[in-house]
């Protein structure tokens, strides 16, 4: 494979999938997309542990990613590949790489230069709104914030960018 041009065979480093000690036990990457051809990827914080994201992607994310050291995503909602801080700036390193079990699932731990923010909203981790347990779920159920304040003004970052969440 060739580094300067990683997506020129990246669907020829992935294994084949050839029995469940293999996927398992094994030390060959056979990751396993879904139906749509994306693989879950939570994403955390190096340092602290945190959960910054939950993100998916196809192979070519994930040859991008293991290539260039930088977290590539596929964005469900515009239909695109994207490195994460190609407009804010914010490019998350990756310090780590792992695979699940049936290697149906990844997990990045990442250094995040700048601010150290994930979201588009603007908040650090995506996960900024915690969920109370042990209520009855309705129109009532609140959410509380977890984060003091956004950690940089969107608007400033992103310009005119197209915000990603869809309604």
Excluded at 104 to 131: E, K, P, T
Aim: aromatic share 8%; with cysteine.
């Amino acid at each position: 494979m060739n580094i300067q041009n990683p997506i020129q065979s990246h669907t020829a480093i992935f294994s084949r999938r050839q029995s469940v000690e293999q996927v398992e036990e094994g030390e060959v990457l056979s990751p396993k997309f879904d139906a749509d051809g994306l693989i879950g990827c939570v994403t955390t914080d190096a340092v602290t542990g945190d959960v910054l994201m939950l993100g998916y992607m196809n192979s070519e994310a994930l040859t991008l990613t293991i290539a260039t050291g930088e977290a590539h995503y596929w964005s469900r909602s515009r239909k695109t590949l994207w490195r994460k801080g190609a407009v804010s700036g914010l490019v998350q390193k990756v310090e780590e790489l792992r695979i699940d079990d049936d290697q149906d699932a990844v997990w990045l731990r990442v250094s995040v230069n700048g601010s150290g923010a994930s979201c588009h909203v603007g908040y650090r981790s995506c996960f900024y709104r915690r969920l109370p347990v042990g209520q009855t779920p309705g129109p009532d159920l609140r959410l509380s914030f977890t984060e003091s304040g956004k950690t940089f003004d969107p608007l400033q970052v992103y310009g005119d960018a197209p915000n990603p969440t869809v309604l």
